[in-house]
């Protein structure tokens, strides 16, 4: 038999390849970095650029817990949604406040008793408790189900498990009880495992993949949230008044430049829903102007009166139109 040189080198380099994968490809390789982004949109970066750019007041943000509305009652997906946007929230520069449902029934109920003189205010005014909240975001996973893809080919097997959810949301601003975002949304997590000649390529249960597919829904419902809130106009409130120097809550996250003139406002009387009879907001009357001087830090300023009298801690502060 002639020896064929050729072939004998095509031969070794065919060992040669399949030992170099053999050996390389025993351990799974996975693609994802779970609960930590998507790989599939890049949403958390996204979420990320939009909160650098995010410069407004310092909101305080009340999440109540997502409710868990999938048909098959996904194990602990209503907690897990609560808690990263509870983390996505405080990454975006606002200040997380999470309460249940009971709690914020318990406490509005106690508001409406004490509207109506049923209960006594007394040293407790049960709407005290909520003067710092600004806004209330609320939502449920309406769906979630994962999914498994397979791929084998000579020497290698591939699988990839996609997590798929659903979640509605909404923001509401709490002075008004106006939904400012109310929607719908997707979202996605894939990983990949791979193996050689049937080792490694197993894709074991992991609950990372939930997380990271509810990181992309939510993380996407927080843009819409922040750049809502980005175009939203500044208004602060009276903390001090000193003689011709007013002390307001604004800080150099109100985006306020100093020179900035602002138009004060005090409230009156509670403004009632004849249908619902719930407080819906305080009577306004213009009272004055002041002038930004100078800020204090991220959520103090200083400003100086400009025309008008009888300011007041409380007060409401707007820039002027």
Not at 28 to 46: H, I, R, S, Y
Not at 295 to 319: L, M, N, P, W, Y
Request: proline share 2%.
């Amino acid at each position: 038999m002639k020896f064929n040189s050729k072939r004998f080198s095509g031969l070794i380099l065919a060992v040669s390849l399949a030992a170099s994968v053999l050996f390389t490809g025993c351990s799974p390789t996975t693609t994802g970095a779970v609960k930590e982004d998507v790989t599939l949109t890049g949403q958390t970066k996204t979420l990320e650029e939009t909160g650098l750019q995010y410069r407004g007041p310092e909101y305080n943000i009340a999440i109540l817990e997502f409710e868990n509305k999938t048909p098959s009652k996904s194990l602990g997906v209503g907690e897990a949604a609560t808690d990263i946007m509870r983390t996505i929230v405080k990454q975006a520069g606002l200040e997380p406040i999470v309460l249940t449902k009971d709690e914020l029934k318990q406490q509005e109920r106690l508001m409406e008793l004490q509207q109506s003189g049923a209960v006594k205010t007394g040293k407790k005014n049960a709407a005290e408790g909520y003067d710092s909240v600004d806004f209330r975001i609320a939502g449920s996973v309406t769906a979630y189900h994962e999914v498994e893809e397979s791929s084998d080919l000579l020497l290698s097997q591939k699988k990839k498990r996609i997590a798929r959810v659903q979640v509605d949301y909404s923001l509401v601003d709490v002075a008004t009880g106006k939904s400012l975002v109310s929607d719908s949304g997707m979202g996605e997590y894939t990983k990949t495992t791979g193996g050689v000649l049937g080792m490694g390529a197993k894709s074991t249960a992991d609950p990372g993949l939930r997380d990271g597919a509810l990181r992309d829904a939510l993380a996407k419902a927080l843009t819409s949230m922040v750049e809502k809130l980005n175009a939203m106009p500044f208004t602060g409130k009276v903390l001090l008044v000193d003689g011709k120097s007013v002390t307001i809550r604004a800080g150099t996250r109100s985006r306020l430049e100093p020179g900035t003139v602002l138009s004060v406002y005090s409230t009156g009387v509670d403004l009632v829903d004849p249908d619902t009879g719930r407080v819906i907001g305080k009577r306004e009357k213009l009272i004055g102007e002041i002038k930004l001087a100078e800020h204090q830090g991220e959520r103090i300023s200083e400003a100086e009166v400009s025309s008008g009298t009888g300011f007041k801690a409380g007060d409401v502060v707007k820039v002027k139109r």
